[in-house]
């Protein structure tokens, strides 16, 4: 690391004395005010492509095309002919711009070639589109001359970071991970073996022998190291079905998105993030990615668990050694990303020694055992369990990420216990064709003309369902161009309960709910954990699902001569539609909420509305 602190001082110097401070935020370059850095890495560079920049720079003519332009002007003021010049001038604009255009598109050409992993063909094309602009004479336009320099500025920031990024990668070790000690991973120990968290701790390593086997040798397939087969045991306790508050679902805990761009589909019949194998498949692919970015474990298990682009801007405000260790990192990265790592240390040290830490007897569940055949018939798991003598929750366990217990109409991989995969073939005719539940609602988007009651003939509900169903209050304004809930027949839609009015000065309640901890409550409610301990005259940290907490000093802010009410969040509800349908501007709901634009909000929670 010495050595490439010494070879980036005089890079730096020398764009720096290049000209390449402006900010690209000021004003955007042309055809390119959406450009964004990639947030999943960034490509390689050499040394010697940094420094090829430099020489480019120093090669101008010493008489320059802006020198010999001055004494043009200046001799066509002397015979006056000036007003000649503004023509001349708007010309040679629009001659430059096509250059400025062409070096913009090898910038992009570049991200591409990055993304295809082609560094030396990403690395040309930044020359290339450096060579471009410094042939360009910008002459006195001050348009031209902030898109040069903002083009300037952009490749050689990018070569910096670029730079930097290539020794991270480069050192990764695919082989092992370090079993590193420190006050951080000891706190993590005792938490496990010792106080609040051992319970959690003794269930999830008891469940890790049904799944780990086959962890273990999808690891070991892919050349990764076998200590990643406990990492589901802190992000989901070896729990198949673990959902989190943000809505991150298996043993792998995946959002939709991540889910998805891995190969994970999730459609009306099957939700493949809470698969064990598929789940696993798309684990290793994610980590492989994130390793190529980062090139040390800690890092890339720091990503995993916020994502890629949350460490990513976390290092770019480092200085330019910023991976001597992940350590470097730890203070800046949100605290429970800061914690993970310890956690996962702190779980290899425990199960590497059992015995040590009193974990020797645990016995563990037996690993899955199963056969597979291919059914093309949508059935219930309940109805092939009696017909293949096992139970439901069986075939259940076996196939977790069927949503409704019903097959798919197309061809579907079935698990079934040993022995029964014949019994089905032979059974299977004799199954009869079960349908998924339909949805509780449809949606209907109102037209110029309709009412209620020509809605609710239509789809054979009472205009009462309706109303219910979207809080209408007045049964004969509705809006053209509105989106209404319409239930489904066999829905009961019951009225929602009236809201409750704000005691001036009374102090809000939290109930608690899984996962919740003092520290986290406090920070929603912009409180702290000793206030809320002294308030509630806690005798402990722990807090038991369903307890009431009293938050101090959290007031309903009310209008002049108005009472406030609160609301209970729906599934699927956000602030910016709770402070919409309650004509709200979403700065007022937010600050009555003491939220953030970046805080969540959870089906259940209770929120302040006007």
Partial sequence: MKSLRILFLPILLLLLSNGCVPSLFKTPTARNSDYVQPENGVPAVTESSAKAGSKNEQASPSDSPLEANNRAVSEQKDNGKFTNNTKRHSDHAKSIQPILDEALDFIRVSQDFWQKGELEN???ALDQAYSLILKIDTVDDPKLIQQKEDLRFMISKRILE?????????????????MLMNERVQ??????????????????????????????????????????SWLPLIESGFKVNALSRARALGLWQFIPSTGYKFGLKRNQFIDERIDPVKATKAAISYLKELHQIFGDWSTVLAAYNSGEGQVLRVI???????????????????????????????????????EKYGFDSLPVEPPWDYEVVSVSKQVHLRDVAKKIGTTEKALRGLNPELRYRILPPEKYPLRVPPGKSKVLLAKLDKISVSSPPQLAYIYHRVKRGESLSTIAKKYRTSVTS?????????????????????PRKGTVVYRSKKYD????????????????????????????????WGLNNLTTTKLSIGQILKIPGFKGESLSGETLKTYAVKRGDSPFQIAQSHKMSLERFLRLNRLTPRSKIYPGQRLYVE
Wanted: aromatic fraction near 10%; charged fraction near 25%.
């Fill in 316 to 354: 770019r405000s480092q200085n330019i050694n910023y991976l001597d260790n992940f350590w470097d990192l730890y203070e800046r990265l949100p605290l429970e990303t800061a914690r993970y790592v310890p956690r996962f240390l702190a779980t290899l040290h425990i199960v590497k020694n059992l």
């Fill in 187 to 228: 706190t993590e120990i005792d938490r496990f073996t010792k106080s609040s968290e051992k319970s959690f701790f003794i269930e999830s390593y008891k469940r890790s022998g049904r799944y780990r086997p086959m962890m273990v040798s999808a690891l070991k397939e892919a050349g990764l190291p076998l200590e990643l």
């Fill in 466 to 486: 309706i109303t219910r169903a979207n809080n209408i209050r007045k049964r004969h304004f509705i809006v053209a161009g509105k989106k209404l809930k319409i």
């Fill in 122 to 124: 990403a690395l040309e």
């Fill in 501 to 532: 009015k704000i005691l001036s000065g009374r102090p809000a309640v939290h109930t608690v709910k899984s996962g919740d901890s003092l520290w986290i409550i406090a920070k929603r409610y912009g409180t702290t954990t000793k206030k809320i």
């Fill in 162 to 178: 670029i730079y930097a990024s290539r020794h991270i990668v480069v050192n990764g070790d695919y082989n092992a991970i370090p």
